[in-house]
């Protein structure tokens, strides 16, 4: 549920380029200077080397599952998909979304997406996390004709809490509007518009933590059930009801899943590019190596001039390119500590003070729930009507 504050650069271990003195080389200079500038504001993660190591080790089913957490357990859900299965599925990267939602990063985000083709796609999987709570949205049929009433074009949106409806379905409308924009499709917006977000009564959470879980399990049992063509009238909601599945059956999926992923291989891919990772934002070894307008492997030609300033030109768009996720991510550190601010105790503590009918055991049992940061923000995030319900809710089910 928590999710991942940075953009991914990884660099690799034997610096830069070529040995040499800053005076010798001009360009070298530079690429130090971004380096310094990338070590203070980029955390390195989501290699495909070491996706999901460590966290894998220190995954429980108490903890809440970060992006890399996520990816390393859905890819080994995909694994377990027939061949014949995975043309009809498209499962974007888990932070797609929420870095779509900022506005450095949108286009590139819409870009990596248009590459991906999902026109061609029955079922598009997008997994959500924004305001520490993952959900899964889903595309259906969205390169049918949006008037279609046989394959009908529309959105599932599976949600543990049944919250992020209200709070998310302004930025998906945003989102499916953009990317039918980017790829430059003929429907018009007012059709688009019109493209129905479902939101099915799935089996809920019964706790603060288990969101990832869920989700994880939605998926799985969506790519084993999805029907051949999706009807909202003749068919919805299909197998996604609130007895879809028990307790014990998440908790077997669940034990199983942490098996499979820790005896899986670290370097497990996806060459039929359905599982959308994101290589995108990283820089790669024999990139970073072209900083200082070399490659490792040279060989003479006449025209070695000309490949020279070619190099030259690729080394300054990539400075140019890494000193944009750099200006990007500290302005993402500066609005993660205003995030901080915004969810403060004293900040919680003024708006439950303003609130009317909380009564003194609700008030009390408020103050120790507000000790939990996720609590805090989703308690401000609430709409002001619905905070009191929500409390109410956690103390009947006796929630810390």
């Known amino acids: 549920m928590v999710m991942d504050k940075e953009v991914c650069v990884v660099f690799p271990k034997s610096g830069f380029g070529r040995k040499g003195t800053d005076e010798e080389n001009p360009q070298k200079r530079k690429s130090k200077q971004v380096a310094a500038t990338l070590d203070s504001a980029v955390e390195p993660r989501r290699s495909s080397r070491f996706h999901g190591v460590s966290n894998r080790r220190n995954c429980t089913s108490e903890e809440k599952l970060n992006s890399c957490n996520f990816d390393c357990y859905l890819k080994n859900i995909w694994s377990e998909l027939p061949e014949d299965k995975k043309s009809l599925f498209l499962c974007l990267d888990s932070m797609w979304f ?78 499916v509007s953009d990317i039918f924009k980017t790829e430059e499709r003929p429907e018009s917006q007012k059709l688009i518009k019109k493209i129905k977000l479902l939101v099915p009564k799935v089996p809920q959470q019964k706790n603060d933590t288990d969101c990832g879980k869920y989700v994880l399990y939605y998926i799985s049992l969506f790519l084993d059930c999805a029907p051949e063509n999706f009807s909202i009238s003749e068919g919805y909601p299909y197998f996604m009801k609130e007895d879809w599945f028990t307790l014990d059956q998440l908790e077997s999926f669940w034990q199983k899943l942490q098996t499979q992923t820790k005896d899986s291989s670290e370097e497990s891919s996806f060459s039929d590019g359905s599982f959308s990772g994101s290589e995108d934002v990283i820089l790669k070894g024999e990139d970073l190596n072209m900083l200082d307008g070399q490659s490792k492997h040279q060989t003479p030609t006449l025209n070695s001039g000309r490949r020279q300033r070619s190099r030259k030109a690729t080394g300054d768009a990539i400075v140019d390119a890494m000193l944009e996720f ?54 401000i995030a609430l709409k002001t009507e619905r905070r009191l319900t929500w409390l109410q809710c956690k103390f009947n089910l006796g929630l810390f």
């Open 98 to 175: 929420s870095s779509y939602t900022t506005k450095a990063f949108k286009p590139k985000v819409l870009r990596w997406i248009k590459n991906k083709n999902i026109f061609s796609k029955k079922y598009v999987l997008v997994p959500i996390v924004l305001w520490n709570h993952w959900c899964l949205l889903i595309f259906c049929h969205l390169g049918e004709s949006l008037e279609s009433e046989s394959t009908t074009p529309c959105m599932l949106l599976l949600d543990s809490l049944q919250m992020a409806n209200l709070q998310f379905e302004p930025e998906i409308r945003k989102f």
């Open 326 to 379: 750099a200006a990007a991510s500290k302005m993402r550190a500066a609005a993660i500590m205003r995030n901080e601010e915004r969810f403060a105790i004293s900040k919680c503590i003024k708006v439950l003070d303003e609130m009317q009918g909380v009564d003194q055991s609700i008030y009390l049992f408020a103050l120790n729930l507000f000790e939990n940061p996720n609590a805090r923000e989703t308690f």
